[in-house]
């Protein structure tokens, strides 16, 4: 089953519909032969939508694979990832990789060809695998591709049937009708069978197209096998009239008789007899080559050439003046407009977490994706992928919505600046449900993350502005409430670092705190410090990564450590902290005050208070480990 | 704006509908009074419902207010739960509470009114306040009572306009058009206005028809105020033939002026003279009280009788067989549908999860969501607030996706039991978009969680069986490859327990693990004891709570501890560990093992030697350690 070592012959836009069929049979016969080298993969996947992605390469993808990053080429995001096989086969067709890297190192230790795309590999946007997410990202891709570039390259998905059981489709669909995103196109492979069973709605091709066409979207319903059917409909998808979903109907395992439509086959590699009969019954190795169309001419600028220009002027605050964090972050967000590549996205709570201080400003970068936190998400990697610096916000209870897209975007090393508001029982009246507990431990564990919770308006400030600079995925926590400045302007505040706000020789143990808490912590210190016991208090507003050297020095000079926390004790402040004790061999008393019960309605004094985070609490620790 | 303290008049279901408007005017004061005397909340999403819920609760709510757990009583879910003032205007009107309650407890501390609705009513099935989410246990409770009850109560559903933008609500339609729910209802409640700005689809009344009919529910258009046409579309609603959205057009504000249809009144309370105002706009302050249609009789036993039958045989393993605990949880929850209170759910994985082996067993209450994690929560929910034993699975990495339905079932105090398959870069070549390496953060810092993670087939079914009767949200985390079994049937797991499987008077090192972990743990034990360290080895199978005594204890007796996981290093078993010890006041040496890096995909032996979590690398920390 290796391939013959023939001269490829090139297939181009003009080559005509008989050709791009053995360009689908060769799809199929290299779709078989990789996973079955690899032992694992999921070819029947793969041969449902080979017909759709040759028609698509050969004659409507405009593409330069020599030159993935070319801005002005179109983007082919593969939903549903697990058909890697085809993808990959598409590649080699392209003449992008070859018959033998595709052969051997598929699905194997540190090569690229992965059992899902990822990144790694050049023609590959975004890292797919979790279902539903891609028509998602392609809304994002699409939308920076039209309203922030204004160039005219297009936008393909290919996406499975069963992945539309994903709400996070319907929000993606939503927005591509909402903002008539003519240059996306969704090819839906309905194969009817999905991992266990058949799909919900099987082969019901009106069904899907009635819902695509209620969402705003254009439906054309074709038999994903008919080659010229597929042709026509990706033209019409073309036309620059809709968002268009290609409802293709298909059959799993399509032309290997064996496992054709048949139940069992999902994510199979087929046995090496098997595989060899199905690559004759498909006529054998092939070695066409795709030269498909190019990528239209763009006058413009090159990508991404034309950014970070403009000053950045962040705003300034008063010591002593009482401003919450999260209107520093609409300020500070605001200013950073002046560079052409931030871009802001919201899920309309714009006028509480305050980013609609940058919609005031520059109403052009401004993305309202009402409540769809998941499609924010989306809509961020996708305008990153475009080189972008999206900035999205919510309250920190809602970014769990998103958390599947935020961990995926650390797959696909995106770069992207989250802000969570309304953070920890702080915000009270509103109750548990408007309340982010757990956020701390959400974003520290996303892979690569920096995690920033800045305790006053200069801080917020500084680090909204530093996060445009960050690589990966950065989260800024903020509070609800207004707290007094606790900084100059001129004061920096480095990711990593922390602020020493009391310190002396005579310290006997310390306060660790951030956001709402700091200010506890100070106020405790005040209290201690009438009884005559010293307190150092450490502003810990980078918790990842966490201000080592600091955290040992205090635990080396005072002997205890008080660390107190709005959001549940496990992987929030506290064990950050002990993180970095361990790291660095310290051993002080510790104490960890965090929310551990189910907070209800209250001010916002009574629920630190009722949660164990207050002032009173803080001192009380304190004294405890102090007198120990 | 007290209550006048007349003698109520009782409105029941025969009422005609001017009485019924004298309702809704009622509930619109004491939505304005209750907000206004809090000084917060969402007068105006509450005036907006107003009509459709005084029809509901005066003609068709079938609800015994003084026995809310009668089980043959409807259900009504606010979904949008910030219209909690109209809610306690219900409980008013229905004397369920009283006015003094409704003035003066709304919103503050340590009182029930909060702020968005939670169980701690017993009027209230789930908290809601996260949008989106409220259709979704609503298909949850209906599937429950008539799939698996077959009782001929309803669920009807309060929801905003807003909130359709969330996939989540298209997830749940969905389902409920596939499982032909006609005991659900929804009322939509289309105001126009979101909470900064009009929603995107305004009036557009029919393009949600559109959707909802598309999704296989009936749509019934009506003027949200014209309290007949309400009346028959709700007669319609519960003729029994399809799940119905009742797309109701409506004013926010309604009634008020000053307010009606006006932006900028999003979730703010009217001030003292506006609403004094609105008040006698709305025609003054009324004391009706409401007898609605009591629930229908029920031949069969009482809610929760019956349950608990049945002997549990959990299956048994061979110490040394190889066998994968993703495998023993399958066999374990088919065994435990002995218990008829146990229900399994699935997202379309089952065949991985080994979930599919309930399905066999115990077919009739096995639900197959498909692949759509939230709605697969929103049901498990459901059905635990009809007192059934949910057991939700799928892959680790994918609970993600339901983060934010798990941490709003906490708030709701939901029994549930989740597993996570797959975890951990342990699968091999399928990559990381299915790897789980951040399910231990995202549900240890779930309230009142606990967290299982078996390293064998015989604690993996055990644990399985005990969190049968657990209490609050349970999580198991299992490993795709098989492993030797390491315990005999016999033996019993705590929770809050750990194993110690090599220990001696001599140990100079602990090696923890869990799952995968363990058993590089032991092999690096031999390792080590063929130099001559011994090493103890401790199983942490229960992960939250955590075993502190034994950590302690082998923290004091070995002096230096290596953790090592499969998992991100933020918030899992290290991070666990070290809460432990700062508990125990232990300071062992240490060293922490787990996934700092992007995995790719390769065998298990390549990627735990890749991530550093290998029993070489195990050994390699230990000698360390011991070397210090």
Request: charged share 20%.
């Amino acid at each position: 089953m290796t391939a013959a070592p023939t001269t490829p012959t090139t297939l181009g836009p003009d080559s005509d519909l008989s050709r791009v069929f053995e360009l689908a049979q060769q799809l199929r016969v290299d779709s078989v032969r990789a996973s079955t080298a690899a032992g694992s993969g999921h070819p029947t996947s793969s041969l449902s939508a080979a017909d759709l992605m040759a028609v698509l390469m050969a004659r409507h993808l405009r593409y330069d694979w020599a030159t993935p990053d070319n801005p002005d080429g179109d983007h082919l995001v593969f939903s549903k990832g697990h058909a890697s096989p085809l993808l990959y086969a598409m590649f080699k067709a392209a003449g992008a990789i070859g018959d033998d890297e595709l052969m051997t190192t598929y699905r194997r230790f540190g090569h690229r060809l992965q059992g899902h795309p990822t990144p790694e590999l050049p023609w590959v946007d975004v890292a797919t695998g979790s279902l539903g997410q891609g028509i998602g990202y392609a809304v994002g891709i699409a939308l920076a591709i039209r309203d922030l570039e204004r160039r005219a390259s297009r936008v393909w998905v290919l996406c499975g049937d069963s992945e539309t059981a994903e709400g996070s489709v319907w929000e993606a669909l939503d927005k591509a009708g909402h903002h008539r995103l003519a240059n996306l196109t969704v090819l839906l492979d309905v194969n009817r069978l999905g991992q266990s069973g058949p799909t919900e709605l099987e082969w019901d091709t009106d069904a899907y197209a009635r819902r695509v066409e209620a969402f705003g979207c254009r439906a054309i319903e074709v038999d994903g096998h008919d080659l010229e059917a597929v042709d026509l409909a990706l033209t019409e998808a073309a036309d620059g009239r809709a968002p268009t979903v290609v409802v293709a109907r298909t059959v799993k395992g399509r032309g290997v008789a064996e496992v054709a439509d048949k139940a069992g086959w999902h994510g199979k590699a087929l046995p090496e007899d098997l595989a060899a009969r199905a690559v004759a019954e498909l006529g054998g190795v092939r070695d066409l080559r795709v030269r498909g169309p190019r990528p239209p001419g763009h006058p413009g600028p090159a990508h991404p050439d034309g950014r970070r220009a403009g000053p950045v002027e962040p705003p300034r605050y008063e010591v002593g003046d009482e401003v919450a964090t999260r209107v520093a972050f609409g300020a500070a967000l605001a200013a950073l407009g002046a560079r052409p590549e931030v871009v802001a996205l919201d899920a309309e709570v714009g006028n509480s977490t305050h980013a609609e201080e940058f919609a005031k400003a520059h109403p052009e970068r401004y993305f309202q994706t009402y409540i769809a936190e998941q499609q924010m998400i989306a809509d961020a990697v996708g305008m990153a992928v475009r080189g972008f610096r999206p900035y999205a916000t919510t309250f920190a209870a809602f970014l769990t919505r998103a958390h599947d897209f935020v961990r995926m975007a650390a797959v696909s090393r995106i770069t992207m600046a989250l802000c969570g508001t309304h953070c920890g029982v702080e915000i009270g009246a509103d109750g548990p449900s408007q309340m982010g507990v757990e956020d701390l431990a959400m974003m520290r564990a996303v892979l690569g993350s920096t995690v920033l919770y800045p305790s006053d308006a200069t801080s917020a400030a500084a680090l909204t502005t530093t996060m445009a600079d960050l690589d990966g995925i950065s989260y800024l926590r903020t509070t609800r409430g207004a707290y007094p400045v606790l900084y100059d302007g001129d004061e920096t505040f480095p990711v990593g670092g922390s602020k020493t706000l009391r310190e002396s020789a005579d310290d006997r143990v310390t306060l660790v705190g951030a956001g709402v808490t700091l200010h506890e912590c100070l106020a405790a210190a005040e209290e201690l410090a009438d009884e005559g016991v010293r307190a150092r208090v450490v502003d810990l507003y980078s918790v990842k990564p966490v201000d080592v050297d600091t955290l040992a020095r205090a635990a080396r000079e005072t002997g205890a450590l008080v660390v107190v926390e709005d959001h549940h004790p496990e992987g929030g402040l506290g064990e950050a902290v002990l993180s970095a004790l361990a790291v660095a061999g310290a051993h002080p008393a510790f104490a960890h005050l965090a929310v551990t019960e189910l907070p209800g309605s209250g001010t916002t004094g009574e629920l630190l208070d009722a949660c164990g985070i207050s002032r009173t609490q803080v001192a009380g620790a304190a004294r405890a480990l102090v007198a120990r």
